[in-house]
């Protein structure tokens, strides 16, 4: 199995309505994949609380292996959510590790 977890951080100088109008569409398009993406074993997405730390969102999910995330990556519905942040993101980190 291979855990794929990404954090958004979005710009500081968006304003905070356009942001937060952002961050739960893209929730919503992201935790809408698993029913149109069959190689999505699980998926979740945080918005961040603390008001103190740097990345706004967190993104997890679980695929049987890196080829099915690399599908899913370029599925044009995943790509489509991904645009929902284009306006308000600055930054993105990632990480995919096999467990197992």
Not at 19 to 45: C, D, G, Q, S, T
Not at 61 to 86: C, I, N, Q, R, W
């Amino acid at each position: 199995m291979v855990k794929h977890i990404v954090l958004f951080k979005l710009k500081d100088e968006a304003p905070e309505a356009q942001k937060l109008e952002a961050m739960n569409r893209f929730k919503a398009a992201i935790e809408a994949l698993p029913a149109r993406i069959p190689v999505i074993r699980k998926v979740e997405v945080g918005l961040n609380i603390n008001p103190g730390e740097t990345w706004s969102i967190g993104l997890y999910s679980e695929f049987d292996s890196l080829e099915d995330v690399k599908s899913y990556a370029v599925h044009p519905d995943h790509v489509a959510a991904g645009k929902l942040l284009a306006e308000v993101k600055e930054s993105r980190a990632c990480v995919d590790y096999e467990i197992g």
